[in-house]
């Protein structure tokens, strides 16, 4: 069944101050249950959703759900869990590749925790190749993504682009007074809201997703389309 239950956000509550490879080990029967099959369902059901809106997207429940391992080699923090699950819907053509090394390209994301919850849609931290492309066709058609990215229905949902990690000036080869220079400083496209618990929690959670889909898919087609991956008009 594709639907959170209260028991989710207990079982991630309780591994947040439990965080250890014994206790998660006694309580792997409850994540399975409270977490993990539901997240599996739940990307189940928006792979179908995802055909009729946006048939280039994807879930897989065996590749799109996150692991619940951190990986903490180069963090000081040793923490061996994440205490939220989280999912990937990308693009068919473009693999499941997220941020850094990864060649994966824009999707939507699903994050689920205790009073953090939400959506998203975008591209995280692209390689250099793949933010090479987007910044060539911002600097082509500067205009077009302005509008897009400034429109009234995305504005009052979103606000505007995530400002992570953003370059203090224009990157090297456009000059300072580019008409897209706004957006060249970008290193990330991503938009995105938080959620309620109780949007999270019961039968209307996929039909949420669904909207916020459809919200975000002229931001998620735009760069697919810069980075070569094409909107598909059916599976």
């Known amino acids: 069944m594709a639907v959170f239950q209260r028991g989710a956000f207990t079982f991630l509550r309780q591994l947040r101050r439990n965080n250890t490879r014994e206790w998660f080990e006694a309580h792997r029967n409850d ?47 040793k923490s061996p869990y994440k205490t939220h699950a989280a999912a990937w819907f990308y693009h068919s053509g473009a693999g499941r590749g997220v941020g850094g090394e990864a060649h994966g390209g824009a999707g939507f994301y699903i994050h689920v925790e205790p009073g953090q919850s939400s959506v998203g849609g975008g591209i995280w931290m692209p390689p250099a190749a793949t933010l090479a492309l987007i910044r060539e066709q911002l600097a082509e058609k500067p205009a077009a993504f302005g509008r897009l990215v400034r429109a009234p229905a995305f504005r009052r949902a979103y606000g505007d682009l995530d400002s992570e990690a953003m370059l203090t000036r224009v990157p090297r080869g456009f000059a300072a007074d580019h008409a897209a220079a706004e957006w060249l400083r970008y290193k990330s496209f991503t938009a995105g809201r938080m959620l309620a618990d109780s949007d999270v929690l019961g039968e209307r959670f996929p039909s949420l997703l669904e909207r916020e889909v459809v919200r975000l898919l002229p931001l998620i087609r735009w760069l697919n389309t810069a980075i070569g991956h094409a909107p598909r008009a059916r599976r």
Do not use: T, Y
């Open 31 to 77: 994540f399975a249950v409270a977490v993990q099959l539901p997240m599996r369902a739940l990307i189940e059901e928006m792979d179908v959703r995802l055909a009729r809106v946006a048939p280039e997207l994807v879930g897989d429940p065996r590749r799109s759900m996150f692991r619940i391992h951190r990986d903490v080699r180069f963090s000081r923090d």
